[in-house]
């Protein structure tokens, strides 16, 4: 039961990640991109505690929180070149 | 006990799985860039924490550092949103206003067309 679950919850992630990606390539302006950048860090997050539950190991879930506080960084890195004041 | 754990975590999991679909989802069919910010944002931001808390509650050792990510999670990415939003005001994108309702709020706070005169106002 719990097997099935993963699975289709994978499943779902790996479509969240393809209309992400795909906004990512096509997106027409630099904000797209950067929204499109900020949904796939979220998506990897998850989906890295995901992976660190699947295989039992306990440090992936600290390589989350880590991935996680870079891509707010960057993402806010990025807001502020955008808006001119960097 | 901990079979009630383990149904929590699994309908949990289910619920995250889905949004953080329709987050991406959002993110390719809607039309405009803060239409595109809402959806993938919110959506994602509820998918992500049900689907961390759902391990902490699968694996109930792990409860309190995925605690830790969720809070982490629910503060910054609203953060992220906002910044992102004023951005791609000041680069010059309006809202898509559609029919006769152009309310834009921000813009009597924020005109590109006055801020000359302010800066001079300062100076």
């Known amino acids: ?86 | 006990m901990n079979e009630l754990l383990t149904y929590a975590g699994m309908v949990l999991m289910l619920i995250g799985g889905i949004f953080l679909f329709l987050g991406g989802l959002g993110i390719f069919r809607m039309p405009d860039t803060y239409n595109r910010l809402q959806a993938g944002t919110k959506a994602t931001t509820l998918g992500g924490m049900s689907v961390i808390l759902s391990i902490g509650l699968l694996e109930p050792s792990w409860f309190v550092k995925t605690l830790v990510l969720v809070i982490f999670i629910a503060l910054s990415n609203p953060i992220s949103s906002h910044a992102l939003a004023r951005a791609n005001y000041k680069r010059g994108n309006r809202p898509y206003l559609k029919g006769g309702s152009e309310y834009d709020q921000y813009k009597e706070v924020y005109d590109p067309q006055e801020k000359p005169d302010k800066e001079e106002e300062k100076a």
């Open chain 1, 1 to 86: 039961m719990l097997q099935i679950i993963i699975y289709i919850t994978l499943g779902f992630m790996l479509f969240g990640i393809i209309f992400s990606t795909l906004r990512f390539i096509k997106g027409p302006t630099a904000a797209d991109r950067t929204v499109a950048l900020d949904t796939l860090t979220t998506i990897s997050v998850a989906l890295l505690v995901m992976i660190s539950y699947i295989s039992h190991r306990f440090i992936y879930v600290d390589i989350a929180l880590v991935y996680g506080v870079l891509g707010f960084i960057g993402v806010l890195v990025i807001a502020r070149y955008l808006e001119g004041a960097l």
